[in-house]
């Protein structure tokens, strides 16, 4: 199976945490290095489990993937862009 899966990265309360957003597996390090292995061991134990419950389409499917021949390809948004959700908050938000 080949598959190349986004992964972010983020400084966090001194650490750098590592994000597969699709599958939603994380993992941190304290370098960036150290992320990027945490996340690779992660995603590798992620997908033995998946192996061993016979679930890996099925998964992989419902986070978003396709299979074209060998490959699993993660869908691409015909549109990206940022929305803002304003709230009211104490009180009087639910007088």
Known sequence: MRIELP?????????????????????????LREAEESIQEALELFFEGCETLGTTNEVLEEAGFKKTGEEWVLRQPIKTMKTTVQRATGPAAYA
């Open 7 to 31: 992964v972010e990265y983020f400084e966090e309360d001194n650490v750098i945490v590592a994000l597969c957003a699709p599958l939603q597996v994380s993992s941190f390090g304290d370098t």
